[in-house]
Antibody, heavy 121, light 110 residues
Framework: QVQLAESGGGVVQPGRSLRLSCASS????????LHWVRQAPGKGLDWVAG????????YYADSVRGRFTISRDNSKKSLSLQMNSLRPDDTAKYYC??????????????WGQGTLLTVSA | QSALTQPASVSGSPGQSITISCTGT?????????VSWYQQHPGKAPKLIIY???SRPSGVSNRFSGSKSGNTASLTISGLRSDDEADYYC??????????FGGGTKVTVL
């Protein structure tokens, strides 16, 4: 069955960097776009970034553009999010989600369980 | 990037129908058919329940239905059940290749 599993969260100081990963199994990874979505404690969902099936097109929310970089390795069936210049308001659980299209849509049919990032001094 | 506007909470009795609105602009909800809805129970990952405004994924109950009029999309839950109690989020494509969620609506079954 389709599975997505995020890792790499933790506690980091403001201004530092961290890299999140999302491992996949159970489907043809290279055929689907993917997204990162975050949820601050007690708050709503917040789209962060998306990437097309082949990695050629990347999309970012204004709040992270220039600080975060989304990437994928289709040979390893993995998705990554490199986060630089972290701020306290980046504190959230980060989910990876599979997009049913190959490029970009709001139709995300599978989600991981999330990994928690805390940005604090 | 401002979020789409949803009511903070909606409630109803078992068996009733409720409707959750999601208001955006012509640059997102009103301009595209790429609108989805997600259900999230506490401590769980979101679950897709409506896509392309009014389509249901396989396995999702037909008690859930979606629609759109102008810049406002709506999710209707009919025959309300206790396990429908959850948070609901709309999501839409927005001009300039971004996506945006609504602020979320907490559904309470009385």
């Amino acid at each position: 069955q389709v599975q997505l599993a995020e890792s790499g969260g933790g506690v980091v100081q403001p201004g530092r960097s961290l890299r999140l990963s999302c491992a996949s199994s159970g489907f043809t990874f290279s055929q689907y776009a993917l997204h990162w979505v975050r949820q601050a404690p007690g708050k709503g969902l917040d789209w962060v970034a998306g990437i097309s099936y082949d990695g050629s097109i990347k999309y970012y929310a204004d709040s992270v553009r220039g600080r975060f970089t989304i990437s994928r390795d289709n040979s390893k069936k993995s998705l990554s999010l490199q986060m630089n210049s972290l701020r306290p308001d980046d504190t959230a659980k980060y989910y990876c989600a599979r997009d049913e299209s190959g490029y970009r849509s709001s139709r995300w049919d599978y989600w991981g369980q999330g990994t928690l990032l805390t940005v604090s001094a | 990037q401002s979020a789409l506007t949803q009511p903070a909470s909606v409630s109803g009795s078992p068996g009733q129908s409720i409707t959750i609105s999601c208001t955006g602009t012509s640059g997102d909800v009103g301009g595209y058919s790429d609108v989805s809805w997600y259900q999230q129970h506490p401590g769980k990952a979101p679950k897709l329940i409506i896509y392309d405004v009014d389509s249901r994924p396989s396995g999702v109950s037909n008690r859930f239905s979606g629609s759109k009029s102008g810049n406002t999309a709506s999710l209707t839950i009919s025959g309300l059940r206790s396990d429908d109690e959850a948070d609901y989020y709309c999501n839409s494509y927005r001009t300039s290749d971004t996506l945006v969620f609504g602020g979320g609506t907490k559904v309470t079954v009385l």
